[in-house]
């Protein structure tokens, strides 16, 4: 029998990390709706960004590009996505797929920058607002009342209710939550108030281990959340480690609290699939633009390369082709997830992206030939948190980055060895026992970036 094509359902989160998921073995929360999506479909375990800050993962996912590549162009935050250049949207409309996106958006807004490829469209200017949020519409700005999770989800239900049933659709559902400054709503306002949240293992990492960049970074719980991140001020008398642990706990709990808030809104969206029949003829995958720290190594936020921040939780959901309570190891990127898309939709392969369908990877069937390293690139120098330009590969059991700037510098390099060594606190670079490991590293690193046509700041012997 012939199935119709797949409806899909692109569910994105900002700055939600794998860790703070309880199917990927959270220890600090429970999230029964993602949980249902990995129980009734596959959980990766090896997906990562390309480059991990908002705007250019989003970007990344839209063109099937990488950051540098004509036809992408976002590679920092201040780059604004031009529309009118190709995109995945635009390439499913044109194969019959209904199409729309409700939610953050954040690659720029008016002229060509406004979203294309939608039949539908409302988005949240900027970082947008949690609480009584403006959007941005084909028809100007419209205010609205409510919380931001779940006037997106109205958004969205709505939308899935003046469809033409007769035509298969692409939806793109993009929270903004939970992007700093971690504003619950007040179902969860008081949620996780009663208990001490664990502590991470590396919180207490004094980054002797790695590179000067990470001595350097400004992201520290302990010395860089303000009182817009806290809202209270610090108990009398607590300094050091201890105003650390009490800023974490404030930090992490308002955090699992619009984690809390998505996790019931994917719940209503998987209950009207069920209602309305459409559950095994959609496609639904929810993911993060890029992962976070949740007091890793001492830190919140992203950038760098260390896996709390490279890592993306990708789950997803589709009966026909995905075995139920599946995981796939294979190593998957962002800059897969328009090739993806296109595969299940049965649209040509444009054939000049830089991702591979994940197709067989969801069903169990990864290819031989998969992919076995990824490239990574971080470009904005010393902005937002001091973090340092960098590039790296990653392998199933290796990691080498470069930090490649030769001001403030001074240039280095990191190796980790991840079966070791899995919270990245010892650098093994210059251990002799890894001279090969090293050689061969930059030798997959030279080509990746050769494959890819990214050759400037080549790295140093």
């Known amino acids: 029998m012939t199935h119709r094509r797949p409806n899909i359902i692109f569910v994105m989160s900002d700055d939600h990390a794998a860790h703070a998921m309880s199917c990927y073995g959270s220890r600090v929360n429970q999230t029964p709706n993602l949980d249902r999506l990995a129980n009734e479909g596959v959980r990766l375990d090896n997906c990562h960004c390309t480059n991990s800050i908002c705007a250019p993962s989003r970007a990344v996912i839209l063109t099937g590009l990488y950051s540098h590549r004509p ?29 729309a996106l409700f939610g953050k958006w954040h690659l720029g807004h008016g002229g060509h920058h406004d979203p294309t490829g939608f039949d539908d469209w409302a988005v949240l200017p900027g970082q947008g607002d949690y609480h009584d949020p403006t959007f941005l519409t084909p028809l100007g700005k419209v205010q609205r009342h409510g919380y931001v999770t779940d006037l997106i989800t ?11 049933p007769s035509r298969p659709f692409f939806l793109m559902y993009h929270h903004k939550a939970p992007h700093r400054p971690w504003l619950p709503d007040a179902k969860h306002a008081s949620l996780y108030e009663e208990i001490d949240l ?5 919180f207490d990492d004094d980054h002797s281990g790695q590179a000067t960049a990470a001595k350097v970074a400004r992201m520290t719980i302990e010395h860089d959340l303000n009182a817009t991140d806290l809202k209270q001020e610090p108990p009398a008398g607590l300094s050091g ?11 992490l709990k308002d955090y699992l609290r619009c984690v809390a808030s998505i996790d019931d809104n994917v719940g209503r969206l998987l209950d009207y699939l069920d209602a309305a029949g459409l559950r095994e003829d959609t496609l ?11 007091g890793d190594h001492g830190w919140y936020d992203k950038r760098f390369m260390y896996e709390e921040s490279l890592r993306m939780p990708f789950v997803a959901r589709y009966p026909r082709e995905i075995p139920a309570g599946s995981s796939a190891a294979a190593i998957c990127l962002n800059v897969d997830f328009a090739q993806t898309f296109l595969d299940y939709a049965g649209l040509p392969d444009p054939g000049d992206l830089d991702g591979c369908s994940l197709r067989a990877v969801l069903a169990g069937t990864a ?10 690139r971080y470009y904005m120098h010393l902005a937002h948190h001091y973090v340092y330009s960098h590039y790296g590969v990653r392998t199933a059991r290796h990691k080498l980055s470069h930090y490649y700037e030769p001001e403030p510098g001074p240039r280095e390099w ?24 090293r050689a061969a590293l930059k030798a997959e690193l030279q080509r990746l970036r050769a494959s890819l046509d990214d050759q400037q700041n080549p ?3």
Do not use: M
Request: aromatic share 14%; charged share 30%.
């Open 414 to 437: 990191e190796l980790f060895d991840l079966h070791e060594d899995p919270l990245e606190l010892r650098s093994v670079y210059d251990d002799p026992a890894y001279a090969a490991v």
């Open 198 to 202: 664990p502590l991470p293992p590396s």
């Open 284 to 294: 639904v995958i929810y993911t993060s633009d890029q992962g976070f720290f949740l």
């Open 367 to 376: 290819p031989d030939d998969w992919r076995s390293s990824l490239y990574y």
């Open 154 to 164: 109205d958004d969205c239900l709505g939308w899935l209710e003046q469809r033409d």
């Open 71 to 99: 036809g992408n162009g976002v590679l920092t935050l201040d780059d604004k996505f031009d529309g009118r250049q190709r995109n995945v949207a635009k390439l499913l409309q044109a194969g019959g797929y209904q199409t």
């Open 241 to 251: 480690r201890e105003l650390a642990i009490w800023k974490y706990q404030r930090y």
């Open 459 to 461: 790295p140093l012997d």
